[in-house]
């Protein structure tokens, strides 16, 4: 639920790289096939730095704004997911942005402390993400 596929150089040819949304959790994986078999890497929570970077070229980057009304219970969220306390007003204010992925779960963590949020396309990649150079928050 809530994912993307890039293609990536691998090994020897390329790779497609997925990252979703399960069971409230972030999973992620590589299928590449090279020689006489399909090789899949699979994992769970962040994906790797070079992987997330080209889910994010290839099917753009995405966000959550958050709504003026319950600030306490988004903040109780956004600190269980590593945002600093030094960062929640900025974040509050901006918003933040990643993957369709991240931004599923996010949304799907708000919507458990009664919190609705819409996931959209974001053509500013410089608003406040939940990874790249960021902290990452840790998956619940």
Do not use: I, K
């Amino acid at each position: 639920m809530g994912g993307a596929e890039a293609v990536v150089s691998y090994h020897c040819g390329t790779a497609t790289v997925s990252d979703y949304v399960v069971g409230g959790r972030l999973r992620w994986e590589v299928s590449h096939g090279c020689g006489d078999g399909v090789e899949l890497v699979c994992g769970r929570g962040e994906l790797p730095a070079d992987l997330r970077a080209a889910v994010l070229a290839q099917c753009g980057t995405f966000g959550v704004r958050f709504p003026a009304g319950d600030r306490v219970a988004v903040m109780r969220v956004l600190r269980g997911r590593g945002v600093p306390v030094g960062e929640l007003r900025s974040v509050l204010a901006q918003g933040v942005t990643g993957t369709e992925a991240e931004m599923v779960l996010l949304a799907g963590q708000l919507a458990a402390a009664g919190v609705a949020v819409v996931v959209s396309r974001r053509e500013d990649p410089d608003l406040p993400g939940v990874g790249g150079s960021q902290r990452r928050p840790t998956p619940p």
